[in-house]
């Protein structure tokens, strides 16, 4: 992420793998590793603090996510992001959205710790302030495009709810011989799993087209 007060750093078509500084040493020069390039995106380069800034912040697998600790890629979570963001601005999507960025930021501060803790975990991670609303803009932006412009173009009909009901519970329930529970008392249940689902297709869907239009390229796995 690109933040005035950091490090900026432009692609080229040189493999870069870290950000180093030359510190003058008597009697020569020796270089130091202040910072990890992971990935870029288009000209976006994302550093290993801005996977610490995501952990401090709690941007990751929601609780309600399946995939555990190991299974949960960061980086690509991260490049993900940085794609969403890049293609709404590059659209001049992001300029007719009402983004609550204040909102973010406040949900981020929260989970940090409040200002104070926050701010000294950011100081020892090497980030300011500044990463942090970066970060807020980013994701406030992405969550408003999906709720204002994907999930209304979700559907779920009777069709989708009966289907999930026969896949999801019926048949696993007779397989072990126990009675499934009737339509009607899963109904909403059920309803909420298909949106979700359809919407997951959508961002996915959007996904796609974003690797298409931007250059992502990762360093490590």
């Known amino acids: 992420m690109k933040t005035p007060s950091r490090v900026e750093i432009l692609w080229y078509p040189l493999v870069l793998v870290a950000v180093t500084v030359l510190l003058v040493t008597s009697p020569g020069w020796t270089a130091e590793t ?3 390039v992971l990935a870029v995106v288009d000209r976006n380069s994302i550093l290993q603090t801005d996977l610490s800034l995501a952990e401090l912040v709690g941007i990751g697998p929601s609780t309600e996510s399946s995939d555990t600790e190991s299974e949960y890629d960061a980086l690509g979570s991260r490049i993900r992001l940085e794609l969403q963001y890049l293609d709404l601005i590059a659209s ?3 300029q007719r959205l009402e983004i609550d960025v204040d909102q973010q930021l406040e949900s981020m ?5 409040g200002e104070v803790q926050l701010k000294e975990a950011l100081a020892a991670h090497g980030l300011e302030w500044e990463d942090v609303e970066a970060l807020a803009l980013r994701v406030a932006a992405v969550q408003t495009w999906v709720k204002r ?3 209304p173009r979700v559907t779920v009909t009777i069709r989708d709810v009966e289907e999930t009901y026969r896949q999801v ?4 329930m007779r397989d072990t011989g126990t009675t499934p529970p009737s339509l009607a008392h899963v109904t909403e249940d059920l309803r909420r799993l298909v949106s979700e689902e359809k919407l997951n297709a959508e961002i996915e869907r959007w996904l796609d087209q974003c ?3 931007h250059r992502v390229t990762r360093f490590v796995e």
């Not at 501060?109 to 710790?113: F, L």
């Open 169 to 172: 519970i019926v048949e696993p």
């Open 211 to 213: 690797r298409e239009r």
């Open 34 to 36: 202040i910072d990890e």
């Open 149 to 151: 412009h994907l999930r």
């Open 92 to 94: 001049g999507a992001i």
């Open 109 to 113: 501060t929260t989970y940090g710790g």
